[in-house]
């Protein structure tokens, strides 16, 4: 039965696009004024309702010819106001159904549903806006048909949930805390550099190198202020009220204040999972955990990634990881000793780059700058430190069913990979790793993250290592491929005498990654 879009969501809709109104208006005025003189005014309310007039109805319009129809095997939806799309989504191809609400939706009672599939670089479907009651059942019934079972009836008791994670308000405020938003210095750093000149002139003549010092040290330490205030505020507003619970086979989550997410996680989409710390967390003995689909995932601040757990004692963490993937403890090796003196190469190649750059500007500005051009030169003393700290935080490990790595000291991400999840395994050398005899590992997966450089790598591996851990990688791939292929054939033979029993029959069987009769993922045997 086809059902359509709720009544409300044409006058939301409506003024929601207000502010396109309220803008046309302006310029709409101020042209027929110049244009028509006296009577411009006139004119200009007069355009300004008949936009408002094509709107309302292009709005009643598309309420009135949206439909969408949930069957058992695909997702239909009709709609187009001026040209008609149909369109007809598998439902054994959706990875996520994530639910949003702001805070004017939830006093209307309406959400918006966005529908993920696998490979997708933006959400495949979205419905704006239905009753948040359908949008449930809509995430309830395709999590149904996703494990084969029959749609509800009214009354049916739903599946169990266990709740796995909920964050208290005191974790909540923690995770206000403990979050930095990175992004802030550099924004600042960027806006204050074309100001320079205008500040040199503030500084009052004749002021001793105590004093400029003092200015950069109230100035950094404003910098981190606003910082730390922007990361604290948009993490509460993100994670208020999170939650995290298991439907059978499936993560749900809710969390937000001005704007309620409400999504679910398939446990059989899972491509990757990331223990995210940075020093502070690591300090005080927390821990984020990601899990990572292979559908893009909007309101997750990352495609294609949701945060199951925004913040939690670490060792809580490694215990949900595990229960997701039995990955057990990692024994984390690490590249060769050798490479700490790369690393304290290149820090010092880019502290006298930026050196050279001030005296630069020194030059240019005739010695207007706040700051001495080698300020930066007792840095150099650091450099042992942030190399050494750089390798110890870097390292992989070969489990029995996962591969596993580590990266990072601001933002140390430690990255769990199922062996079959494996879409490539990629050897890089840069021509400066040749000179060092070392290269990266890198075990590509079908997620999104992908894309940007985030896989699971194995950096500044020694060469003769990084060739056994190729060889190692690709063999336990095709181990694993070739047990999950004995897996589902035995799963088949069994549902198949099921269905035999009943009179049904079975036309595939959904391996993971949406594609029925094929090994994981749709891989090659050889990486």
């Known amino acids: 039965m086809s059902r359509t879009l709720s009544s409300l969501s044409v006058p939301y809709r409506i003024v929601e696009r207000g502010g396109s109104i309220v803008f046309t208006a302006a310029i709409l005025f101020s042209g027929a004024s110049a244009a028509f003189g006296p009577a411009g005014g006139l004119v200009g309310v007069v355009l300004v309702g008949l936009a408002l007039l094509a709107l309302i ?9 949206f ?8 997702l239909d939806i009709r709609s187009g106001v001026v040209s008609r799309r149909n369109r007809e989504i598998p439902i054994r ?11 004017v939706q939830r006093f209307l009672d309406i959400a918006a549903v966005d529908f993920e599939t696998a490979g997708g670089s933006e959400t495949e479907a979205s419905l704006r806006f239905v009753d948040f009651e359908e949008a449930k059942r809509l995430q309830r019934e395709i999590g149904r048909l996703k494990r084969g079972v029959e749609g509800s009836e009214a009354g049916d008791p739903e599946p169990p949930a266990d709740e796995l994670f909920a964050l208290t308000p005191r974790e909540l405020a923690l995770v206000g805390a403990l979050s930095f938003d990175v992004r802030i210095p550099g924004l600042l750093f960027v ?11 503030v500084v009052p003549p004749g002021s001793g190198t105590a004093v400029v010092a003092a200015g950069l040290v109230v100035g950094a330490l404003a910098v981190v202020l606003v910082s730390w205030v922007a990361g604290a505020t948009a993490a509460v507003l993100n994670y208020y009220g999170f939650r995290l619970t298991q439907v059978e086979d499936e993560l749900q989550y809710e969390r937000g204040l001005l704007r309620r997410y409400d999504g679910s996680i398939p446990l059989d989409k899972v491509q990757t999972l990331t223990v995210v710390d940075d020093p502070l967390k690591r300090y005080f003995g927390f821990a984020s955990l990601r899990i990572e689909t292979a559908g893009y995932a909007p309101g997750s601040g990352e ?7 925004p913040l939690a004692r670490r060792d809580r963490v490694f215990a949900l990881a595990n229960r997701i993937e039995s990955f057990g403890s990692p024994d984390f090796r ?4 050798r490479v700490r003196r790369r690393y304290a190469v290149r820090y010092l190649l880019v502290l006298g780059g930026l050196t050279a750059l001030l005296y630069g500007a020194e030059a240019v500005t005739a010695g207007a700058l706040p700051w001495p051009p080698y300020a930066p030169v007792p840095l150099a003393l650091l450099a042992p430190v942030a190399a050494h700290l750089k390798w110890r935080h870097r390292g992989y490990w070969l489990g029995e069913h996962h591969f596993v790595t580590r990266n990072g000291f601001l933002r140390r991400r430690v990255k769990v990979v199922p062996y079959y999840r494996i879409q490539t395994v990629i050897d890089s050398r840069t021509i400066f790793q ?10 590509d997966t079908a997620g999104s993250l992908s894309l940007v450089g985030s896989d699971a790598a194995a950096v500044d591996v020694a060469d003769a290592d990084a060739d056994d851990l190729r060889a190692t990688l690709a063999t336990r791939l095709r181990e694993s491929l070739a047990a999950r292929r004995g897996w589902i054939e035995a799963t088949v033979d069994a549902v198949g005498t099921e269905s035999d029993d009943d009179g049904d029959d079975i036309d595939d069987i959904d391996d993971g990654d949406g594609d029925p009769d094929s090994r994981s993922d749709g891989r090659a045997d050889d990486p």
């Open 93 to 103: 191809r959706i990875q996520n159904v994530d639910i949003s609400r702001n805070v």
């Open 57 to 65: 109805a292009y709005e009643v319009a598309y309420f009135r010819r």
């Open 67 to 74: 439909e969408y129809d949930l069957g058992s095997d695909t």
């Open 334 to 337: 690490r590249p060769p000793k």
């Open 434 to 443: 040749r000179r060092w005899n070392v290269a990266t590992v890198t075990a």
């Open 191 to 201: 806006l204050v550099s074309g100001s320079l000149p205008a500040m040199s002139s």
């Open 303 to 309: 495609s294609g990634s949701e945060a199951a757990v």
